[in-house]
């Protein structure tokens, strides 16, 4: 297991987490929901290799130091989920736990930050988008067994954190927004009838 605790206290966010293996269309369906008005995230990963590759460092020199690549994405997510407003419906393009995930796959010790940031994690909802075929760039690297395997990581991680996980199916772009916004909202109704 993680060794956080893995009973959460009630629910004190509407941030909602779009997450799933590479090539599952996470950053498409962030940028729909952006584009429909809703506050949402950048995934980090892809920002660090970005920087990075600025500097003139390669993505295969980058993540040749994983543990490096790995701190520096938990350091930017962590400053990152600090600054959000608990109380703003946010749509994040991965999120802490996604972290761990990576650490597993990887095999080495997640960062000690990592854990501390973990324990006081709190999403509305978990959206975990079902894969597409995979598509590499510049910056994804995996294989299709390493796409499965991250994939299914995701979803372990998250729920043995006791976070609500939605699986979304492969849908056309806009119809997997719609599929999350109603659930979304209808989280956010049923919110508002208990208080």
């Given at each position: 297991?993680?060794g956080?605790?893995?009973?959460?206290?009630?629910?004190?966010t509407?941030?909602?987490?779009?997450?799933?293996?590479p090539?599952?269309g996470?950053?498409?369906t962030?940028?729909?929901?952006?584009?429909?008005?809703?506050?949402t995230t950048?995934?980090?990963?892809?920002?660090?290799?970005?920087?990075?590759?600025?500097?003139?460092?390669?993505?295969?020199?980058?993540?040749?130091?994983?543990?490096e690549?790995?701190?520096?994405?938990?350091?930017?997510?962590?400053?990152?989920e600090?600054?959000?407003?608990?109380?703003?419906?946010?749509?994040?393009?991965?999120a802490?736990?996604?972290?761990?995930?990576?650490?597993?796959?990887l095999?080495?010790d997640?960062?000690?930050?990592?854990?501390?940031?973990?324990?006081g994690?709190?999403?509305?909802t978990?959206?975990l988008?079902?894969?597409?075929?995979l598509?590499p760039?510049?910056?994804?690297?995996?294989?299709?067994?390493?796409?499965?395997?991250?994939?299914?990581?995701l979803?372990?991680?998250?729920?043995?954190?006791?976070?609500?996980?939605?699986?979304?199916?492969?849908?056309?772009?806009d119809?997997?927004?719609?599929?999350?916004?109603?659930?979304?909202?209808?989280?956010?109704?049923?919110?508002?009838?208990?208080?």
């Open positions: 297991m993680t956080i605790q893995e009973t959460r206290p009630a629910q004190t509407r941030w909602h987490v779009v997450t799933g293996g090539s599952s996470k950053t498409t962030v940028n729909l929901l952006r584009d429909r008005g809703y506050t950048i995934e980090h990963a892809r920002h660090y290799i970005d920087l990075q590759r600025i500097t003139g460092r390669s993505t295969e020199e980058i993540r040749a130091r994983q543990g690549f790995q701190r520096a994405v938990v350091e930017m997510q962590i400053t990152q600090r600054s959000l407003d608990p109380g703003e419906t946010v749509f994040l393009d991965r802490l736990p996604d972290s761990l995930a990576y650490y597993r796959f095999g080495i997640p960062a000690p930050a990592l854990l501390d940031a973990l324990a994690a709190r999403y509305a978990v959206f988008l079902d894969l597409l075929p598509a760039d510049y910056a994804r690297t995996e294989d299709p067994a390493a796409q499965r395997r991250i994939h299914d990581l979803g372990q991680v998250y729920r043995e954190l006791g976070f609500p996980v939605v699986t979304v199916p492969a849908l056309a772009p119809a997997r927004v719609d599929l999350i916004l109603q659930r979304a909202l209808a989280d956010r109704s049923a919110e508002g009838n208990v208080r």
